[in-house]
T-cell receptor, first 115, second 112 residues
Framework: AQSVTQPDIHITVSEGASLELRCNYS??????LFWYVQSPGQGLQLLLK??????LVQGIKGFEAEFKRSQSSFNLRKPSVHWSDAAEYFC?????????????FGQGTELSVKP | EAQVTQNPRYLITVTGKKLTVTCSQN?????MSWYRQDPGLGLRQIYY???????DKGDVPEGYKVSRKEKRNFPLILESPSPNQTSLYFC???????????FGPGTRLTVT
């Protein structure tokens, strides 16, 4: 069965430090992968997605993610974290090849940013 | 403005009292879905719809019903709510083939 695992429930980084949020997936076919961010009291916003091609994808707000098929990973990175990045981050994989609403989400990683 | 709207945003109800959470999108999207978000569990899909009159169960459909009579609306119905349905609910939509979900603002439901 398809699944997504985010091993870190909560991460704290200092403002200006680099960030890496981990995501591992289990999926038999070519995965379509996503990272979403949820600010406190808000809905989810798409940060970036990977469908095919270049394994390093750029997203909004200075985020990037790298797809590594050999490690079944799609880790999210940012070189320098800002206080406004404090939020919860969700990795997701789409189940159906034709897309649509059948996304499977990881458990989420809550990011805190120290001044 | 392109958006997904949900109503109500907050709801406190009692066990067994039927309720409906509405979801509407103005982007002419084919796909719509409902998720619930619980601490430590992330988002889990309840139901999804590929188009009008086409719905299917997600991962946690028990205790919920949906309907898709119009393309823009996808209400979530709890016929007999129970306390374990206390959660934060999100509606989402996407156009066919993109997989990019547009989320509503969420509905926080408390069942006592």
């Amino acid at each position: 069965a398809q699944s997504v695992t985010q091993p870190d429930i909560h991460i704290t980084v200092s403002e200006g430090a680099s960030l890496e949020l981990r995501c591992n997936y289990s999926y038999g076919a070519t995965p379509y992968l996503f990272w979403y961010v949820q600010s406190p009291g808000q809905g989810l916003q798409l940060l970036l997605k990977y469908f095919s091609g270049d394994t390093l994808v750029q997203g909004i707000k200075g985020f990037e993610a790298e797809f590594k098929r050999s490690q079944s990973s799609f880790n999210l990175r940012k070189p320098s974290v800002h206080w406004s990045d404090a939020a919860e981050y969700f990795c997701a994989v789409v189940r159906a090849a034709n897309g649509g609403g059948k996304l499977i989400f990881g458990q989420g990683t809550e990011l805190s940013v120290k001044p | 403005e392109a958006q997904v709207t949900q109503n109500p945003r907050y709801l406190i109800t009692v066990t067994g009292k039927k309720l409906t959470v509405t979801c509407s999108q103005n982007m002419n999207h084919e796909y719509m879905s409902w998720y619930r978000q619980d601490p430590g569990l992330g988002l889990r899909q309840i139901y999804y719809s590929m188009n009008v009159e086409v719905t299917d169960k997600g991962d946690v459909p028990e205790g919920y019903k949906v309907s898709r009579k119009e393309k823009r609306n996808f209400p979530l119905i709890l016929e007999s709510p129970s306390p374990n349905q206390t959660s934060l609910y999100f509606c989402a939509s996407s156009s066919k083939g993109t997989s990019r979900l547009n989320f509503g603002p969420g509905t926080r439901l408390t069942v006592t």
